[in-house]
């Protein structure tokens, strides 16, 4: 009868820290393999847009930059002239008064043909300077709105808030699961210092690793100053909001007629905390409308800050619209205009909002670049950058290990108290983000049933 080798010992069995282990780092990959193609995405155009003004600048500077004469500038109306004149047939959508003493003027166009253009006039000389291509209306131009529409995944179609959700949702699941993984447990190297070289897979870790702690902060902060403008996350946040007095000043809006569209849906593009508050809506009286000169005049008068847009009504029951979302969130401001009277019927501003719309509309400026200058923006460019490099690492390290013919996604832990300690944590984050949570109930079911009886796909994946 053989005897057993006593130099020979049995492989110690897999430690509870060790099936959490893998269990985190599974659901590190899922959650990766999902957001990688979108957090590269997000970080191309976000860098991109935070350097809006710039970027105008060198594509759009002869049309943005004017001498400052000793003259007064001219009416709008006068303005527009030159700029239909260019353009016959268009109509006015909205006029952007100059942000500065040597800007121009801004006339957002719909054209006879059915487009959309931004005619740039020198407000002095009422000369015409040319156009361009113009985005949702006068405050951005076309390249910008087209990153704008990148970056918020508005380029998919009309799901793309829903999408936006998901993904932070995911995004916030992949930098938890990260930090578990990189925790230093008593290792030095890969902790804050590369080890190896571009062609071995432990730098690409390391890199990954060291970029991954760094970011991670950052795409937390952008992903939550993000999900406001997402679709169920954001829509609860406002409700709740706005019922408990924390959104948009609802006093400002009593005793004011007001329509059932909300202000999103009538004038297009606005901020967070009023885009779901009522339209107001003009008094007929029989009277002939003000027009754009005396709104423009009226609206100035109030104190509103320069570059501010102004939206003409819509029909006989609309207003005049002046709305300005500057750097300074303290010159933040919504004014609605009787059309016939020119009397504010709502003039809002940043002092006015709730608790809640304050944070939200401050975490808005800062994930724009625009709270605290320069350096706002550079801060903001490196996390982009980071994230960048860090995906790529993750893509270069999960090629290096990746089993020919396979997934590479790393083994499901044996033990059942892991498994369900993870379901019970997955639960809990579709609990935050209802969208995110249907998600993981899709991932789930393959992870936990499909994988188990269709040996072929989980080899395919292993």
């Not at 350097?51 to 001219?74: K, M, Q, T």
């Not at 740039?120 to 076309?142: E, F, I, M, Q």
Request: hydrophobic share 45%.
């Amino acid at each position: 009868m053989a005897t057993a080798n006593p130099a020979v010992r049995p492989a110690a069995a897999p430690t509870l820290a060790n099936h959490l282990y893998r269990a985190v780092w599974r659901w590190h990959f899922y959650a990766g393999l999902f957001v990688i193609p979108f957090m590269m995405l997000l970080a191309i155009t976000g860098g991109l847009y935070l350097f809006d003004d710039e970027i105008n600048g060198l594509v759009y500077g002869e049309r943005l930059h004017v001498e400052v004469p000793a003259s007064d500038r001219l009416p709008p109306s006068t303005q527009l002239e030159a700029a239909l004149d260019a353009h016959p047939g268009a109509l006015l959508e909205d006029y952007v008064a100059p942000a500065g003493a040597d800007r121009s003027s801004v006339f957002h166009l719909a054209t006879a043909n059915g487009g959309s253009v931004q005619a740039y006039v020198d407000p002095y000389t009422g000369r015409y300077l040319g156009s361009a291509a113009g985005g949702d209306n006068g405050r951005k131009t076309w390249l910008m709105q087209f990153i704008e529409d990148v970056h918020s995944l508005d380029i998919l179609g009309v799901r793309a808030e829903h999408v936006i959700e998901i993904v932070a949702g995911w995004v916030i699941i992949l930098v938890f699961s990260g930090i578990y993984l990189w925790w230093p447990r008593g290792r030095r190297g890969g902790v804050v210092t590369l080890r190896g070289t571009p062609k071995k897979r432990i730098f690409w870790r390391d890199l990954h690793a060291v970029g991954g702690i760094f970011a991670g902060l950052f795409v937390v902060f952008l992903a939550f100053t993000g999900l406001p403008w997402s679709g169920s996350w954001g829509s609860w946040l406002g409700q709740i909001a706005n019922r408990y007095q924390g959104g948009y000043p609802l006093g400002v809006w009593d005793g004011v007629p007001t329509s059932t569209v909300p202000t999103k849906e009538q004038i297009g593009d606005t901020g967070w905390t009023v885009k779901d508050a009522p339209m107001p809506l003009s008094q007929p009286i029989g009277a002939k409308p003000i027009g754009l000169d005396r709104a423009a005049e009226i609206v100035e008068g109030l104190g509103m800050a320069a570059g501010y847009q102004l939206i003409p009504p819509s029909d006989e029951a609309g207003v005049y619209s002046a709305q300005i979302f500057p750097d300074d969130l303290a010159d933040q401001r919504i004014i609605h205009l009787d059309q016939y009277t020119g009397e504010p019927l709502v003039d809002a501003g940043f002092e006015d909002y709730g608790p809640v719309a304050k944070a939200v509309e401050w975490g808005i400026n800062v994930h724009m670049g625009r709270e605290f200058g320069r350096a706002n923006q550079l801060i903001l460019a490196l996390a982009c950058l980071t994230i960048l490099v860090t995906s790529i690492a993750a893509l270069v390290m999960w090629w290096k290990r990746r089993p020919r013919g396979s997934l590479g996604a790393p083994p499901a832990p044996d033990d059942r108290r892991t498994r369900y300690g993870m379901l019970a944590i997955m639960l809990g984050v579709g609990v935050l983000f209802p969208l995110t949570g249907f998600s993981l109930l899709i991932v789930l079911a393959l992870d936990m049933v499909l994988l188990s009886r269709l040996p072929a796909l989980r080899q395919a994946l292993s």
